[in-house]
């Protein structure tokens, strides 16, 4: 019913969404489809809509709910899933917002400093809306990531020519290449690598023996270079537990269910044989968390 509703009113403005939504906390999962087949463009004017309806910002009512529904002071009839909606709260951010959060969280959790690559991008993409990283970068990480991470944070308008960072002359000139050149510009530069050596960069990194830069290096070059294999590749990891970044799954499918979701559908099934949504609902249990998960797979 709720569905129809929404969908009824598409045309309409987003009144009767809000007011839907507003009225409906404790059955919130009801509503979970039909915020998901939202653009970007119209989540936002939902957000906007029921500030101004009802003087609450949206996300932070749903992180109200998450904490609300977490708490044992609630009756169980009208708690919904604090996943849920926290996994809501996180779709409902515009993308700078949400990579500012995630960013947070990510640097006050202690975990290999690898996994903050993921939303590296959107801060390099929307320098104008982002606020950099740098300083908790630098306060947050150690030894070879401290050269590397701060440079990626960097806005394209403020890398400079004719940078020099001291240190080996090979990391010297990678951190060099990485401080002057955007993300098409590198995921050019590893290509015509392979065409004149006749083989990928990685395959040269595993003769070297960097240690940590090395492997942190393979890990962006990655991700630059084939950005829905390596998405499908962490997704994997995060379902099946092999990877210490617990947060991986929820985050990917938000933050890249409308950017490139159909290419990295592909991969997970080229890779793994399987369907993305079939691994979801084999790694997650049945509920309402799941079919967002699910929807968000397949957006």
């Known amino acids: 019913m709720a569905m129809k509703m929404l969908t009824m009113s598409r045309n309409s403005g987003?009144?009767?969404?809000?007011?839907e939504i507003h009225d409906s906390w404790g059955r919130l999962s009801q509503?979970?489809?039909?915020?998901?087949t939202r653009t970007r463009l119209e989540r936002q004017q939902i957000r906007?809509?029921?500030?101004?309806?009802?003087?609450e910002d949206l996300v932070n009512r749903l992180q109200k709910e998450a904490e609300m529904s977490s708490?044992?002071?609630r009756n169980e009839a009208f708690v919904v899933s604090p996943k849920l909606c926290a996994a809501l709260s996180m779709f409902m951010l515009e993308p700078h917002e949400r990579d500012a959060v995630v960013a947070r969280r990510l640097f006050n959790k202690v975990i290999r400093p690898t996994t903050r690559l993921l939303w590296r991008f959107s801060w390099?993409?929307?320098?104008?809306?982002?606020s950099s990283p740098n300083k908790h970068i630098k306060q947050d990480t150690e030894g070879s990531w401290t050269k590397i991470l701060p440079i990626l944070s960097l806005p394209i308008h403020t890398k400079r020519e004719g940078s020099y960072i001291s240190g080996v002359i090979e990391e010297a000139v990678v951190l060099e290449i990485l401080s002057k050149r955007s993300i098409p510009q590198m995921k050019l530069t590893i290509s015509s690598y392979k065409h004149i050596y006749g083989h990928d960069y990685t395959k040269s990194l595993k003769k070297g023996?960097?240690?940590?830069f090395e492997n942190a290096l393979k890990r962006l070059?990655?991700?630059i270079h084939n950005p829905p294999n390596y998405y499908a590749k962490t997704l994997h990891g995060s379902m099946k537990g092999t990877t210490t970044d617990k947060g991986g799954l929820l985050r990917l499918?938000?933050?890249?269910?409308?950017?490139?979701?159909d290419e990295i559908r592909k991969a997970y099934k080229n890779k793994y044989g399987i369907e993305l949504r079939d691994a979801i609902c084999e790694s997650i249990p049945s509920g309402d968390y799941r079919d967002f998960l699910v929807a968000l797979a397949t957006k």
């Open 14 to 19: 987003f009144e009767n969404e809000c007011k």
């Open 209 to 212: 023996n960097s240690g940590e």
């Open 221 to 223: 070059v990655k991700c």
């Open 71 to 73: 708490s044992n002071n």
């Open 31 to 36: 509503l979970v489809r039909a915020l998901v």
């Open 253 to 261: 499918l938000v933050s890249r269910a409308e950017v490139e979701m």
């Open 124 to 130: 390099v993409e929307n320098p104008a809306k982002s």
């Open 48 to 55: 906007e809509t029921y500030k101004a309806l009802y003087g």
